[in-house]
Nanobody
Framework: QVQLVESGGGSVQAGGSLRLSCVASGNTYDRYCMTWFRQAPGKEREGVAGIYTGGGGPFYGASVKGRFTVSQGYFKNTLYLQMSSLTPEDTGMYYC???????????????????WGQGTQVTVSS
């Protein structure tokens, strides 16, 4: 069992920045994907950015490349999402999720993930 707790959401004007945090506890895996997702009202959940501890560097969804940066904390159970140049299209509930992927799994796809946090709301006004 793994527990995930997100924090750092809030309201910001377009062009602003926010930093989200996710802390994992419980029985985490040796090698895992830890990914940020977001979901806007009426839209499907979308993979934003994540890391795979088995190597390969961070990965990003196309809509956030160059604006968002994902990183692990000094204690590897923490994942951050630094969001810059925010637009109203970035508004949504942001979730952290963790999974031990199978070979070929895309760690930006929600079905790969079993454990999810409760989410933190991000609202960007124009």
């Amino acid at each position: 069992q793994v527990q995930l707790v997100e924090s750092g959401g809030g309201s910001v004007q377009a062009g602003g920045s926010l930093r989200l945090s996710c802390v994992a506890s419980g029985n985490t895996y040796d090698r895992y994907c830890m990914t940020w997702f977001r979901q806007a009202p009426g839209k499907e959940r979308e993979g934003v950015a994540g890391i795979y501890t088995g190597g390969g560097g961070p990965f990003y969804g196309a809509s956030v490349k160059g604006r968002f940066t994902v990183s692990q904390g000094y204690f590897k159970n923490t994942l951050y999402l630094q969001m810059s140049s925010l637009t109203p299209e970035d508004t949504g509930m942001y979730y952290c999720a963790i999974a031990r992927p199978n070979v070929g799994d895309d760690c930006l796809r929600p079905p790969v993930f079993r454990y999810w946090g409760q989410g933190t709301q991000v609202t960007v006004s124009s």
